[in-house]
């Protein structure tokens, strides 16, 4: 047997619907025999606190191996994991088609899944990760000023933490009553799309929860850059969260509710000669890789799959075809990019640098790694701390950097760090800086 793999990933279907997927003691026998080739390697020990919360339990334990570990403490190691798919995408050896087999996310996807059937969640993971519900009050004219009064109050976030344990000095976003659907409104307009290799020329946008509400601004950045760019752009005409927060919650029956809601109004806009794109790469991710995977089968799934473009990557596919508008009147200088986990796990490369480093008088300055923000994972009160740890090596590069832009294609990832940096002022979405550099 090789002791490691060179060949490229591949990912097996979810078997969300067996029974042996169910089954707490095939779990345990999975994860006893996973840990076990994990504490071989432990290549994956700087990724997230996942695995060196293993490496503590077992050598801690009397045997100094995985079987000196407790069962029940199994699960301190999931509780960790919020499905960043790093380790499998850039550090594990002995991902299939690999003889171990290992697929570490999605086993601890398994196990979050059987823990919230037997355990259900609190109020507090409940609510974080009902996001159209959350969100949607909270963007209610008035109460949207209110909200965010609230969340600037030091006293107010620390009775927040006594009371829901949401830590008080993790970074919340803003709402707005004035959401994307309402500023793009009278910006959509017909236009000739143009196919150019794979694209069609014309897109929908599926805004997204956080995109809708919380940074609404970044859809009229798109609107902007996509039409300058002589592609039609419309927004998807209804939609739901796309699952992601539930994913990782382990609720795969709201994952599947969501997904019914959510992949037939996609699927009729692919029929009708549409591509899309989302401005959050997680949502992006769930259509292009873990929809896919649970339901292996389905044929509008698939297609949806295939349609659903990262909007950089796309904008690359079209400057590639020589129908991007590389004429930018403003440079955008110095920039620090942090590469969103999520995005990294696509296997697009890094499209946002390529296509923002053809601006004249630019630099553009990656750093591949992890915010720690995970959406929900920095704003627990139990979890914070951690966070910001695994965040400190993409900071301290950042503020070393002294950028004049610092950018993330994930606005909650990007707000993370410029909360943490010394030499950041605020985090910009890439489309918010391509259209400055479009002087849009």
Known sequence: MREGSLEAPTRHPIDWKSGDFWSKES????????YDICHGCRRCVSLCDAFPTLFDLIDESETFEVDGVAKEDYTKVVDQCYLCDLCFLTKCPYVPPHDFNVDFPHLMLRAKAIKFKEQGANFRDKTLTSTDT?????????????????????????IVEKTLDIHHQAPLPKMHANNLRKRVKNLLQPMEAEAVGETSGKVALYATCYGNYNSPEVGEDFVKVFQHNGIQIDVVPREKC????????????????????????????????????????SCVLMYKQELPLMYPDD?????????????????WLRHKGGRLNTEFPHAIGNVAYQVACHQRVQNIGLKTRDVLALVQDSEVI?????????????????THE???????????????????????????????IASLAENVDAALHPMTLLRMAYDL
């Open 299 to 315: 044929a509008d799934v698939q297609k949806v799959k295939n349609a659903f473009y990262d909007p950089f990557e796309y904008l």
């Open 366 to 382: 990656a750093h591949e790694r992890c915010s720690g923000h995970d959406g929900t994972y920095a704003v627990k009160k139990e």
């Open 242 to 281: 796309c699952g992601m927060p539930k994913l990782e919650l382990g609720d795969l029956d709201a994952v599947d509710a969501l997904k019914q809601a959510n992949i037939p109004v996609l699927a009729d806009l692919v029929d009708r000669g549409y591509d899309l794109v989302a401005p959050i790469p």
């Open 134 to 158: 959350m969100l949607g009050v909270m963007s209610i004219p008035l109460v949207d000023i209110t909200v965010n009064a609230l969340n600037n109050s030091a006293g107010f976030r620390k």
């Open 27 to 34: 779990l345990n026998a999975e994860l006893e025999r996973v």
């Open 386 to 416: 951690k966070s910001v740890k695994i965040a400190r090596p993409t900071v301290k590069k950042v503020d070393a950097q002294n950028p004049d832009h610092f950018i993330s294609d994930c606005p909650m990832a990007g707000n993370q």
